[in-house]
């Protein structure tokens, strides 16, 4: 329980020697911190001893008094303690109540698919963001790497294994659900709360950091790799000790996977691929142990194409990080493959049967990008809106001129349309059959997928608009928002650029429906 201090109390610490401060009623003793200020010493011998929370929200985001909670040593009030709204439980409203600043359900509006198990799921990792990822998102992505103590501690929290689907992989794993979920009824709107949830970091850097290439690069793994990989290389993924990303993009292909051109030719003896080649915007690749690799063993097109892993202490393999507009923290790669001895035994699936491989998780890929990507959207939204209150012109707060309201509507009803969309087809996805949900939901998905990005890159605009200036400024109190703007074309070009998903959702569709008797 934190210590009340009334206003008085801080009032009477007022000096150089001894200040305290009011903000958004926590209070802090700032006295050993008045010459590490960026803003310097006179800012905070200025408000010593008072409220100085419209000084601070002037330059600062929250996610400050985040980085800085050793400071505070109480909160200014009674003794009673005051009511949250973020109970474990999940009775009642849940967040900051933001209208559309989060889904519907969070506000106890009824909903068909939730049940406390995914209230429970919802409040653990809103914890686990608000306590180790927020306050540091921002240095994280300025030195564009996370720290391997982050993965270690969502590992032993369940969030590594939740993101990659359910069932839960208690084959290769001690670690159980996170907040006392059951493996048995961990499902898929389990995962999507957890995905969900993680997007409020507004860093798609530090998101795909943690998740990116596990998410896509173990799932081929679990699925069609021998035992003997499985064992091995599953477990240290799952807990965070090892990384491991998925590597199919190059120079020459990228939504055309098809004719990619790095290839794998079977050793004399035949014992061993020999790899040769590139892979281009490889998230992970940095810092990833393991490469999951579609080669060519075959002929030209889709029939030639297999998966492998390989480690990257093997001889030949280098990697070096590239420079990109976003996503700093993820360690966007570019990977050379010279002569590399790779075991046959390291094949996952069969020899030139990769194709179907990589396609089987498309569709996972395609639906993680797209709850990332209007979360960011909702962050957007939800950040301007916020900025909106307390930010005045022409006399008055920015959300009482009707231009602001107007793009703050607008920016609602596209993330709620999504939003639920997405609901009905992750609905979909558990009661369908896994082979049916791949045919059926592949159109629909990639359609999803292009309204997301798309969504995203809206509100993503419309917030640096109503932020002005802040936002073409790093750090701060747009400090997300300018993120975020950076990162759009990260989402809406990976896992199938948006003319791709726009194209490829139509023809999937027909393709699905026409055995199933459509009059067309």
Known sequence: M????????????????????????KVFDVTNFLNEHPGGKKVLLKVAGTDATKQFDNFHNLGILEKYAQLQIGEVGSSQEETSNEAASG???????????????????YSPYYNDSHRRVRAAVRKFVETEIMPYAYEWDEAKRIPQELFIKAGKAGILP????????????????????????YDNFHEFVICDELGRCGSGGVLWGLCGGLTIGLPPVLKFGSEELQRRIAPGCLNGTKNI?????????????????????????GQYYI??????????????????????????????????????????VKTRQMLCSGVWASG?????????????????????????????????????????????????????????????????????????RNKLAHMARKIEATHAWMESLIYQTTKL?????????????????????QTFEY??????????????????????????????????????????????????????????????
């Open 245 to 269: 990303c998925l590597a199919i993009t190059e120079p020459y292909a990228g939504s055309d996977v098809a004719n990619l051109k790095t290839e794998a030719k079977l050793s004399d003896d």
């Open 332 to 404: 966007t790669t570019y990977i050379t493959f010279e002569d590399v001895k790779v075991p046959r035994s390291n094949l996952i699936g069969k020899e030139n049967g990769g194709f179907k491989c990589i396609m089987h998780n498309f569709n996972h890929e395609r639906m993680s990008l797209a709850i990332q990507a209007n979360r960011f959207a909702r962050v957007c939204y939800e950040e301007a809106m916020k900025y909106a209150h307390k930010r005045k012109t022409f006399g008055k707060k920015l959300v009482e001129h009707d231009v602001i």
């Open 91 to 109: 009775e009642g409203p849940f967040g900051d109540l933001v209208p559309f600043g989060d889904p519907y359900w969070y506000q106890d509006f």
């Open 2 to 25: 934190s210590k009340r201090i009334t206003a008085d109390e801080v009032a009477q610490h007022n000096t150089e020697g001894s200040i305290w401060i009011i903000v958004h009623d």
């Open 459 to 520: 509100c993503a605009r419309e917030a640096t608009q109503i932020f002005g200036g802040l936002a073409y400024s790093r750090g701060g109190q747009a400090e997300k928002v300018e993120r975020l703007y950076r990162e759009v074309r990260a989402y809406a070009i990976p896992g199938g650029s948006e003319e791709i998903m726009l194209d490829l959702g139509i023809r999937q569709s027909l393709r699905a429906a026409q055995p199933r008797g459509a009059k067309l």
């Open 162 to 185: 939740g993101v990659c689907g359910a069932p839960w992989p208690v084959k290769h794993t001690d670690i159980k659900p996170i907040a006392g979920v059951s493996v048995e009824e």
């Open 275 to 316: 790899v040769n080649g590139e892979k281009k915007w490889i998230t992970n690749g940095i810092f990833s142990d393991y490469f999951t690799v579609a080669v060519r063993t075959g002929g030209p097109g889709m029939g030639g194409v297999s998966l492998l892993l390989i480690e990257k202490d093997m001889p030949g």
């Open 433 to 453: 059959p896994a082979n049916e949900a791949m045919t059926l939901l592949g159109g629909p998905i990639a359609l999803l997928k292009a309204q997301s990005t």
